[in-house]
């Protein structure tokens, strides 16, 4: 059974940095296209960064230079390091993964998904 779990939200001032993680089971993640999106409520979710494989990686535009992906096959785990936060990083963020050669951004591509951590950066 897959099961994801996210972990490493909180409160953070601008400027910033928090890593979130997520712990996979069922499946080995490097085998997978692994991705975070983040959500606040009453928009839709929004594609943060995808990984596949060792070096296959796609960030939104909004979050380029700040944000790391990567990703521990020894732990089954799928890490986020967030710079530089900013107050409009705020939001519940998700990991999620779905099979295929190439990462991606597009939240119906994935099939399973975590329930989530809160990120809160305030000004």
């Known amino acids: 059974q897959v099961q994801l779990v996210e972990s490493g939200g909180g409160s953070v001032q601008a400027g910033g940095s928090l890593r979130l993680a997520c712990t996979a089971s069922?499946?080995?993640?490097?085998?997978?296209?692994m991705g975070w999106f983040r959500q606040v409520s009453g928009k839709e979710r929004e594609g943060v960064a995808s990984?596949?494989?060792?070096?296959?990686?796609l960030y939104a535009d909004s979050v380029k230079g700040r944000f790391i992906i990567s990703h521990d096959k020894a732990k089954n785990t799928l890490y986020l390091q967030m710079n530089n936060l900013k107050p409009e990083d705020t939001a519940m963020y998700y990991c999620?993964?779905?099979?295929?050669?190439?990462?991606?951004?597009?939240?119906?591509?994935?099939?399973?998904w975590g329930q989530g951590t809160q990120v809160t950066v305030s000004s």
């Open positions: 999620a993964e779905f099979l295929s050669w190439y990462p991606s951004l597009s939240a119906d591509k994935y099939n399973y």
């Open positions: 069922g499946y080995t993640i490097s085998q997978y296209v």
């Open positions: 990984i596949v494989r060792e070096d296959s990686t």
